[in-house]
């Protein structure tokens, strides 16, 4: 199949492109203009006049739930769910049952990504033994079946000679670790930010300290290793000044932040809603500030979705026994782009760490729109109004705080390999 993207806005940071032009794709790649023309019988002209076309968004930090929990998501739904919100790859963690701490479960999902999914799925190792902290991973196995990092996302490394031990080894291949930072001893029991709206809501807070003790103690492991660290779902401000500065010294530290952690404050906890409780917690506006401050300044890298679905027992209940997480892939471009259109965030830049951050950091055959490269795109309606409903989710998990808010710019095409995979918000199979 052969297609020409035409007039579209075409922004690709890793180009410095940034101008209305056309995009070639032929038999799954992009292909240079001068081999492709719109008189050709066989191309699918797909006009994009008034809209954004990049290449094409990867989320590099979400739970698939499978093996183990397929009432919760499969790679099946959750891939469907990325592509409708315009990604064309997503990373998966490594906290199924069984764990991703061994060749096997890592081939069978690659295998089963291979047969049933829309979107690329790249499979992360665990650092850990069953993410229990106590041994290594199979990590040279969990590489030759194409992990393409390790973290033991949902729980931290609580021993520092361990976490060292994984950043050293995963220095062997390249591998960038993941560092789920949390001071469990200062987290536990904690169901939101500790703060002014904890006390006013009688609720058990967790210390923004919980996550920067850690930051700061990662950063120091890298800082002796000289490994690749990544901090994931980075939400403090103190963590915010750990990793600027450790990128003054010029240390190989990246990090992510979440849509919800943009865009959302610890102040709607006050209706109890469980679907707005999530590890780490939803913080005040001092931090949402740094946040946004690092994102603009280049501090924070990527924006990654930490997509985590739950069955509806487990949300629809009192929030002390709702569990943490937030299902996201179908509305985080959008949350973006309505940040970006109310002028909170900038979109060159926003675009930037959806697709060139995600690439280098992982090592990633995409992230650009150069001639020869897959034809991963995604096409954004930057004016396009919709109102969230939940109940249109691909993904199993309807548990979203943003259900029935009006997001202004909105994924309207996702291609994966040269395919459609999804249009206007609806998956094409």
Same mark, same amino acid.
């Given at each position: ?16 492109? =940034? ?59 959750? /891939? ?107 987290? /536990? ?76 404050? =610890? ?21 949402? =500030? ?140």
């Amino acid at each position: 199949m052969k297609f020409l993207i035409k007039n579209g806005r075409v922004i690709d940071p890793a180009n410095q492109i =940034d101008d209305i032009r056309n995009i070639f794709v032929a038999d799954g790649f992009i292909a240079d203009s001068d081999s492709i023309a719109s008189s050709d019988q066989d191309v699918k002209v797909i006009d994009a006049e008034g809209l954004i076309v990049t290449p094409g968004f990867i989320d590099m930090h979400v739970h698939l739930r499978e093996p183990g929990q397929e009432y919760k998501e499969d790679i099946t739904t959750g /891939s469907w769910a990325a592509a409708a919100g315009g990604f064309t790859a997503v990373c998966c963690m490594p906290n199924t049952d069984p764990v991703i701490d061994n060749h096997v479960v890592a081939s069978f999902i690659k295998e089963r990504a291979r047969k049933s999914a829309l979107v690329k799925v790249f499979p992360v190792g665990a650092i850990t033994k069953n993410l229990e902290g106590e041994k290594l991973s199979e990590i040279a196995g969990l590489v030759s079946a194409g992990c393409v990092a390790i973290s033991d996302d949902g729980n931290p490394v609580k021993k520092a000679n361990m976490m060292r031990n994984g950043l050293e080894y995963a220095k062997m291949f390249d591998l960038p670790v993941l560092s789920h930072c949390e001071e469990e001893n200062l987290s /536990s029991g904690g169901l939101m930010h500790e703060g002014l709206y904890s006390f006013i809501y009688g609720l058990k807070g967790i210390p923004a300290a919980a996550e920067a003790i850690m930051v700061g103690r990662d950063i120091s492991l890298a800082r002796l290793t000289g490994s690749r660290l990544h901090i994931c779902h980075i939400s403090a401000a103190e963590s915010v000044d750990l990793v600027r500065q450790a990128k003054k010294e010029g240390l190989p530290v990246t990090c992510e932040v979440t849509p919800h952690h943009l865009a959302l404050s =610890d102040k709607i906890i006050g209706d109890y809603d469980g679907n707005t409780k999530v590890n780490p917690p939803l913080r005040g506006q001092d931090h949402i =500030d740094a946040l946004i401050a690092a994102v603009k300044d280049g501090t924070i890298d990527c924006i990654a979705t930490d997509h985590a679905p739950h069955h509806i027992e487990s949300k629809d209940c009192e929030f002390q026994m709702a569990s943490f997480g937030i299902s996201g892939l179908e509305t985080a471009v959008a949350v973006c782009m309505d940040m970006v259109n109310r002028g909170v965030l900038e979109l060159k830049r926003v675009i930037e760490m959806f697709t060139l951050n995600p690439a280098n950091i992982l090592r990633l055959n995409g992230g650009a729109l150069n001639a020869g490269m897959p034809a991963d795109i995604t096409v954004i309606d930057l004016k396009l109004k919709k109102t969230v409903d939940v109940a249109s989710f691909y993904s199993k998990g309807k548990n979203n705080p943003f259900h029935k808010k009006e997001l202004t710019g909105w994924p309207v095409l996702t291609m994966v390999n040269g395919k459609i995979a999804a249009q206007n918000g609806k998956i094409i199979i």
